[in-house]
Every structure is written in structure tokens, then in C-alpha cells.
């Protein structure tokens, strides 16, 4: 292993997007252009074996390097379960572990969730991190996105300076997504729904949960900005989000608006965690972080989006 330096962004450097065929990963690609892009078509990040063959072929190019760890096994409203657990923590162990080893100067960047934080916060700030019990429906996914916070935390422990930051986004929208109704999030499941019903005539549409949950979104090319000023700072750990939350309600109503959907929405009422989720972004407006794109322009895109995907 060389020893490892800090190095300042102006130097010459390799930026590598692990997960690059991903919402997020997508993101960060067009933001680097010139990037190397990496999914699983490439290597399997959950094999020990696999991943460090594949960066000791690659050993120059991360040597001295900007990474993105985008990548993960995701599952709609089902990340409880155990194999959610076993492969994206093999994931994360095996890349960061193989980083440690390969890149000498440069930056890593891990993408984290905001399912990390304990249930029964409105408002969720950085230190909160491991201070109380998990959501229930999101343990499996959650506990392995703690484990790369806590490496990347010890890893720039073990060399005396910051190397790796842990970035924590919101619900995410944008080019890339996934609109696999039996996997995908909340924005992309409701406007297929919605559509559905237009389209065939429904008269009424079912909707998971309440009308009152509000939850917090953002662009994923907007994350890439704030991860950016995140690596800069001194901190270890960083919210990136919007600061500001909307309503499951207010975007139903607003996608039926722009869809031009007629009928009745019912609410199941069925647990979806938490009334309110809204990460406290205080370090990243410091940084000088502010999203290029509002609630509006979200439902906008998801209508316009809504349009090319059928349930699927």
C-alpha cells in the first residue's frame, strides 16, 4: 500500500463513479464528463475476491482519485429483509476496504441514506446519527449505510486527515430513476399510478399511506453540487438536502393537476414511517449549497416523465 497524502482538487486526478448506471451515479457521470464509470456489469462489488482484482487491474487510475460510491441494492418500501443487509454491507466493506488499499491522495465520497437516522425525529441533524433505534421497514438497508459512515469515519482516523466524507441525501428525483412499480419510490409509483387511471378511466386511485406525510426530495444533479462542498469542509459526516419538505398530498394533488386526472384518490392509510422526515442542511447552506430546482419544477418533470412510463 503507499502511503497516503492529502491532495487538493486542483491537482490532476481520476474521478471514478462507482454505480454510474444508478439515479444518483448517473448524475455524478454527466457532472464528469470525462469520468470512469463503473456498475455491476463491471465487477461484483459484494465479492472480496472480485473487487480487489478489479482495482488492482485499475491500480493507477485510483492511485490518485476522486471516487463516488453511488452504488447499492435497492427495494422500494421492502429494506428490512436480510439479503437488503448482507449485500449492500458486503458492498460497502469490500469497496471502502479496497480504496483504503489503492487510492494514495484524492477523495472518496460515500453516498449514504437518510434512513440512517432513528425513528421519531422531525428534524434530523448530523449528530443524531446512531442515537436511538432504526425505522422497522428500513433496518436491513439502513444498518449497512451505517457501516460505511463508521468506515469511512475510522479510515480517516487511521490516516490523520480527511480522506473519505459520508454524504447524506433526502429522497432523491431525477434522469435515471426507477420506475419499476414493484421497486420504485414514492414519486415515480404515484405518478404511474395516476396516469394508469387516466389513461383507463378509473374513477378512483388507491394511494399507500396518508395524505399528510410529508417527506423531503431533491435532484440528484443537485446532490452532485452539495457532495462537492461537502468534500471540501472539514466534516465527516454532511445533510445535503433541499431544507424544506412538501406532503404527499400536495404532490398527489399536484401530478393530478398537471396530468389532468379527474377521480377520486383514496388513501390507504397504511404505515409509511414517520409523519415528517426533514434533514437539518445547516453545514451544506453554510458551504454555500443551494438547489437549482424547487417542488414545482420536481412535479413538473415527474408529469412530463409520467408520460414515457407505463406501469412496468
Not at 246 to 264: D, F, H
Amino acid at each position: 500500500m503507499i502511503p497516503p497524502k492529502p491532495r487538493h482538487d486542483s491537482q490532476p486526478h481520476s474521478v471514478i463513479v462507482l454505480g454510474s448506471t444508478g439515479l444518483l451515479g448517473s448524475a455524478i457521470s454527466r457532472a464528469n464528463p470525462d469520468c470512469i464509470q463503473l456498475s455491476s456489469k463491471d465487477f461484483d462489488a459484494t465479492s472480496y475476491i472480485d473487487t480487489k482484482n478489479y482495482f488492482r487491474m485499475m491500480a493507477e487510475d485510483i492511485e490518485n482519485s476522486t471516487i463516488h460510491i453511488a452504488c447499492g441494492v435497492v427495494g422500494g418500501i421492502a429494506q428490512q429483509d436480510y439479503p437488503m443487509f448482507l449485500n449492500n454491507t458486503k458492498m460497502t466493506m469490500n469497496l471502502l476496504e479496497c480504496i483504503d488499499e489503492f487510492q494514495a491522495t484524492g477523495h472518496t465520497i460515500y453516498y449514504s441514506s437518510s434512513c440512517v437516522y432513528p425513528l421519531g425525529l422531525d428534524n434530523l441533524t448530523e449528530t443524531d446519527v446512531m442515537s436511538d433505534k432504526l425505522d422497522s421497514t428500513k433496518q436491513g438497508y439502513a444498518f449497512s449505510k451505517l457501516v460505511g459512515i463508521k468506515m469511512c469515519e475510522y479510515l480517516n482516523h487511521k490516516r490523520g486527515f480527511k480522506q473519505f466524507t459520508a454524504v447524506i441525501p433526502p429522497n432523491l428525483w431525477g434522469d435515471g430513476d426507477n420506475w419499476d412499480i414493484q421497486t420504485c419510490h414514492v414519486l415515480p409509483a404515484i405518478t404511474q399510478k395516476i396516469y394508469t387511471a387516466h389513461r383507463e378511466g378509473h374513477d378512483t386511485v388507491e394511494m399507500y399511506g396518508s395524505s399528510h406525510t410529508r417527506r423531503e426530495f431533491l435532484r440528484s444533479d443537485d446532490v452532485v453540487t452539495a457532495a462537492h462542498l461537502a468534500a471540501a469542509s472539514e466534516l465527516e459526516v454532511v445533510n445535503v438536502g433541499s431544507g424544506t419538505d412538501i406532503s404527499i398530498g400536495e404532490c398527489v394533488l399536484g401530478l393530478v393537476k398537471r396530468i389532468g386526472y379527474t377521480g377520486r384518490i383514496v388513501y390507504t392509510g397504511g404505515a409509511t414511517g414517520a409523519d415528517k422526515r426533514l434533514l437539518d442542511s445547516t453545514h451544506s447552506t453554510r458551504q454555500g449549497f443551494t438547489p437549482s430546482n424547487n417542488y414545482s419544477d420536481m412535479l413538473d418533470y415527474m408529469a412530463t416523465q409520467g408520460a414515457t412510463h407505463g406501469i412496468s
